[in-house]
Structures are given as structure tokens and as C-alpha cells.
């Protein structure tokens, strides 16, 4: 279709017992695609540490957890809480072969945070869905010492707004990103407002159906990467406005991606 693999592969750690079992196809894959000049975004559908390591999408991952449960998660020493980092603890193997290999991962745990589809979001101000974020970071990145992860917070374009009241702070965050599943596209409204959180942070639409247009990547520049859910790809877009994106101008491809 278009010649080309995109400059950016993203995956995810994921629930299911046997997708959990395949976590090592997946970081064997992150390291490919690094290889080969992709950057690599990884996000975790990951269970409640309310219940087992394995689960179902629905009641699982989709489910509605206490306020009590949530408020002793994120208590420093509890039962909930010790859960949690050992639920953390299973993915930090496989972020560590990463970090061993030489791959920097984009990083968006607790993604669309500001949702109530999932068991740790619509919890806004500094003790909900942003305090976990920030035990996630401490924990992993401090206490774990995985330096390869670049933090990618993100909420969904909810138009109830408001999703200041779920950042975390500077200094938890690398990037600031969006889904965009509420519309084709982020407005220039939902634009100005993740502007307005990120300041002078690189900004990304995390997820998103329908390929950014030229008028869209012209107008909103800020953006530093989309990435295109893959189950929409074909379903939802034509050849052309596939085509549009991948040879527009700003867009890199495969092997195009420079670090310095």
C-alpha cells in the first residue's frame, strides 16, 4: 500500500493469560523494531491488584473497583499497595531486557485516565488516578531503576475537559498524549487544551482510528508522533488517506527516525 513500516511500533503487556504468556514475543519484537529504526511505545491493559495477575477484559480491566480499595493502593505499606508493586514487578523482567538491549521505551501505563471504562480512572485530583501514576514512576523507574522508560501520560478527548485535574506533575511526566475516540480528529479545542498541560513537554495522540489529515498536521504541528490503532487502519481509511499520512512531510517512516 504504501512501501513503507511506520517510524513508530507500539505494543502492549496486556491481561489475558494467553497474551501474558506472550509477553516475551512481545519484547522480542520491541527489540526488532528498534533495530530496524522504529521507536517503540509499549502501554499495559493490566489487572486490578485487587484480583489475580490474569483477566478478563471484561470485569477486569473494565471494572469498577471501591474507593476504599483505591485509597489503600495507593497507601504507602498496604495490603493493596504491596499488591500493586508486585503487579508491577511482573512486567519489570521484560523492561529490563529492553533496558539491557539498548531500547528506550514510550511508557503509557493507566492510559485514558480520565475514563471510568477502566478499574483506575475517572478519579481526578492529586489522590486518584494521578497518585497511582506516580508510585507507578517511583517504583519503577526509581526503585527499579529503569531509566530506558520515557513517561507518556495520557487521557482520552472526553468533552467534560478537565484533564489538568488528572496530571501527575512535571516531574512525573515526559509526554503529554490524547486518544482521540470521542471525534475523527482532536479539535483545535482539545489541541489548546493539552497544549496548555504539556507547556514546553513533546505532546502525541496516543491512539487515534482515522489517519491524521495534511490540514491537521499542518495546522496542529505540536504533535510529535500518532499512533493509529491498528484494528481501524484498513476498516477505517482509505488507501489515499493512508498514503497522505505516511509521505506527508512530517511524518517519518521506518529507518527515517534520527536520535542524536
Known amino acids: 500500500m504504501t512501501g513503507q513500516y511506520p517510524g513508530l511500533w507500539g505494543g502492549d503487556l496486556m491481561f489475558h493469560a494467553t497474551d501474558v504468556a506472550n509477553r516475551q514475543r512481545v519484547v522480542d519484537q520491541a527489540k526488532t523494531e528498534w533495530t530496524n529504526g522504529s521507536l517503540v511505545t509499549l502501554t499495559w491493559h493490566v489487572c486490578p491488584p485487587t484480583g489475580g495477575s490474569t483477566c478478563a477484559f471484561e470485569g477486569g480491566v473494565k471494572s469498577n473497583i471501591s474507593s476504599a480499595q483505591f485509597s489503600q493502593i495507593i497507601t504507602e505499606g498496604s495490603a493493596l499497595n504491596n499488591a500493586w508493586k508486585r503487579r508491577l514487578d511482573e512486567a519489570v523482567p521484560y ?4 533496558k539491557n538491549a ?3 521505551v514510550l511508557f503509557r501505563p493507566l492510559h485514558e485516565m480520565n475514563e471510568s471504562w477502566n478499574w483506575w480512572g475517572n478519579r481526578p485530583g492529586a489522590n486518584g488516578s494521578a497518585r497511582l501514576y506516580q508510585i507507578t514512576r517511583d517504583y519503577l523507574a526509581g526503585t527499579k531503576g529503569l531509566d530506558n522508560l520515557i513517561w507518556v501520560w495520557n487521557v482520552q478527548d472526553n468533552p ?8 501527575p506533575g512535571n516531574q512525573y511526566v515526559d509526554v503529554v498524549s490524547l486518544d482521540v475516540w470521542y471525534k ?6 482539545d489541541y489548546q487544551q493539552m497544549r496548555g498541560i504539556a507547556g514546553t513537554k513533546p505532546m502525541a495522540i496516543a491512539e487515534i482510528g482515522k489517519m ?5 498536521l499542518d495546522s496542529q504541528t505540536q504533535w510529535a ?3 493509529m490503532w491498528s484494528e481501524h487502519l484498513r476498516g477505517n481509511n482509505t488507501n489515499a488517506e493512508i498514503q497522505a499520512a ?6 517519518l517512516n521506518q529507518g527515517e527516525v534520527v536520535l542524536p
Do not use: C, D, I, K
Open 246 to 251: 505516511y509521505f506527508h512531510p512530517r511524518v
Open 95 to 98: 523492561l529490563q531486557q529492553l
Open 102 to 104: 539498548g531500547v528506550p
Open 184 to 189: 475523527s480528529h482532536p479539535s483545535s479545542a
Open 212 to 216: 491524521p489529515t495534511a490540514a491537521l
Open 225 to 227: 508522533w500518532f499512533m
Open 160 to 167: 467534560a475537559g478537565g484533564w489538568s485535574n488528572y496530571y
